[in-house]
């Protein structure tokens, strides 16, 4: 029966126009027996024009047939439409931990079980015509009897009547979203590879989902598409087309547009499909918290086996119990979530874990995985079964404001846990620094000495310099002074006659001389020594030439190295200025107390 759940529709929206005309003549005539017997018969308004009752498909299937309803697929319409009226995304709820706090509600007080009322004794026999009461009077409904409408939606809402109470319930009927929603369609998503990848394994065994590009995975991919432009934060993740594919399962492809779009906004599940995913982790926290204050030993038994939440609950919130229960149970968990929000996932997971303690006291963590992840489907795959279920969900005592409380808590403690990871973190940030501190420390003063040995060194040379320029000065003055003696002593020298023998040397001129005047002659001589003087003078000059000439040598080498050390102390200057720079730019981070 399950694998045929769900209908499709024509483009007429046959069901919906005739329940919305049922109650319309509810409002105008006396009682309901009218709708009741209208509703009563059901198959008829599922039937109209040609579609296939779930019966028929319950048959088919019985007799070993594996066709699907292959007349309703004929007739399911095809959405091609051009205009676009671009509608802003809502703005997200709230913070992480306070995304409970605006997800859409009845003001219901669900601080503990509700009495049962009254006048609900008629809904167990004629249970469309309450409904059709209730969706002809919402609003006046919504104002004096929300107890009362909340009562009635534990107890199931009709299947062929959810198409007209998700949305009401959803505040789903917006005519702008459903223009939203045709522009958005024959846009292109860079997500469609990866939602046509997970079309294929989204309700695989369903007749409407299981035919490859067929009808169904054509209407599922053009809502998980349309969302991905429509909210580009979120995209599209893992998990949203189960609950994209109940809402199909029950209604129109814009219908369940809208209301996919309210579950995610309106409801805050688009917080747990970021890329984060921090909401998941804070509804994680709730559910093992809510465990450890309703049954502790059952808890010690998860901590004391290492069963995380993490491994078995994740996909219970993702995913809404879609993938989990069979499609009965999960309709009517989502009939709970449109109207109690997450708190009705809240007390149908820890009302689960409750029903099933006994099984899971008795097993390891292997065991008590396999059995919250495949054997939850069998265990509540009748009626009775989860509806007692949802039953005792409905009477916990569990109040909204605690969820939120504890909401708080853990991001109080995430706060603190990341408080401390990141003074760690700064912790050991500042070892390495103080670490660089001191080696800039003592390379600096390295440098340091450096620079005053250079500057003494340079000192040095300077003083060598001046000195060396002054014996240089005295030198030349010196040689400057014989210079001109010599030339005065020429001046006053006597008259040495002409001679026409050449001469080339100072003997060959004395003995010329000698000739001449005679080898005793007292001028001779007198010439003689003075001529030995002046060789002598001379040689001296030539050896003090040579020495001034090395002494100059050596003063152009001591310029070129001052020249040279110069250039290299003003490099180590700017060096010693760029780890100073570093030093103070290394105190300047850390964190002032």
């Known amino acids: 029966m399950e694998a045929s759940r769900g209908r499709s529709f024509e483009e007429s929206g046959d069901f919906v126009g005739e329940l919305e005309s049922a109650v319309d003549h509810v409002g105008s005539c006396d009682g309901n027996q009218e709708l009741a017997t209208h509703l009563s018969e059901g198959d008829s308004l599922h039937d109209t024009s040609g579609q296939t009752s779930a019966g028929e498909i319950d048959s088919r299937r019985s007799s070993g047939g594996n066709e699907i309803d292959g007349d309703v697929r004929a007739s399911s319409r095809k959405i091609s439409f051009t205009t676009f009226n671009p509608a802003p995304v809502l703005q997200q709820a709230g913070s992480i931990a306070n995304f409970l706090l605006s997800t859409l509600r009845l003001d219901v007080d669900t601080d503990g079980p509700a009495q049962r009322v009254e006048s609900l004794d008629s809904f167990q026999t004629d249970p469309y015509a309450v409904w059709g009461d209730v969706l002809a009077n919402w609003e006046e409904t919504l104002k004096k009897r929300k107890k009362t409408l909340r009562q009635m939606v534990y107890q199931g809402i009709p299947d062929k009547v959810r198409c007209a109470v998700w949305p009401k319930l959803s505040k789903a009927d917006d005519p702008t979203l459903k223009d939203t929603y045709r522009g958005l369609i024959d846009r292109d998503s860079p997500f469609v590879r990866i939602i046509t990848r997970d079309l294929p394994r989204t309700f695989p065994d369903h007749d409407m989902f299981k035919e490859a590009n067929g009808p169904g995975q054509e209407s599922l991919l053009n809502i998980l598409k349309a969302y991905s432009l429509y909210d580009r934060e979120v995209g599209y993740c893992q998990g949203s087309p189960f609950i994209a ?201 390295s440098m340091t000495s450096q620079l005053v040995s250079g500057t003494l060194s340079r000192a040095e040379e300077v003083e060598n310099d001046a000195k060396l320029r002054k014996r240089l000065a005295v030198a030349r003055r010196q040689l400057r002074e014989k210079m001109e003696k010599k030339a005065e002593e020429e001046q006053s020298a006597p008259v040495v006659p002409s001679t026409s023998v050449p001469v080339t040397d100072t003997t060959k001129f004395l003995e010329l001389l000698v000739s001449q005047m005679g080898p005793n002659s007292q001028k001779v001589c007198v010439l003689r020594e003075r001529c030995k003087d002046m060789e002598c003078t001379l040689a001296s000059s030539k050896i003090r030439e040579a020495e001034l000439t090395d002494e100059v040598h050596e003063i152009e080498q001591l310029k070129s190295r001052i020249t040279q050390h110069t250039a290299s102390m003003a490099q180590l200057q700017n060096t010693l200025t760029m780890l100073q720079a570093e030093v103070v730019s290394v105190c300047g981070q850390f964190p002032k107390k």
């Not at 449109?338 to 097993?363: E, H, N, T, W, Y």
């Not at 912790?427 to 390379?443: F, Y």
């Open 245 to 445: 594919g109940l809402l199909l399962m029950q209604m129109p492809e814009e219908d369940a547009f809208c209301v996919f779009v309210r579950v995610m906004q309106s409801y805050s599940m688009r917080d747990l499909f970021k890329p984060s995913m921090a909401a998941l982790d804070v509804c994680l926290y709730i559910h093992d918290t809510l465990l450890q204050e309703h049954d502790s030993e059952l808890y010690a038994h998860f901590q004391d086996k290492g069963l995380l939440t993490t491994m078995y609950a994740s996909s219970w919130f993702l995913t809404l119990f879609a993938s989990t229960l069979t499609l009965d149970a999960a309709f009517w968990l989502m009939d709970l979530f449109l109207c109690d929000g997450m708190d009705a996932v809240f007390r149908v997971s820890l009302s689960i874990l409750l029903d099933l303690r006994g099984d899971l006291l008795k097993l390891d963590m292997a065991g008590m995985l396999t059995f919250l992840q495949g054997e939850l489907r069998s265990r509540y795959s009748q009626k009775d079964d989860y509806a007692a279920l949802f039953d005792r969900s409905y009477q916990l005592k569990i109040q909204h404001k605690r969820l939120v409380k504890i909401g708080k808590d853990y991001q109080n403690r995430e706060k603190a846990s990341d408080e401390a990871a990141e003074n760690k973190v700064l912790r050991g940030e500042n070892s390495v620094l103080l670490k660089r501190i001191a080696e800039l420390e003592t390379e600096m003063e």
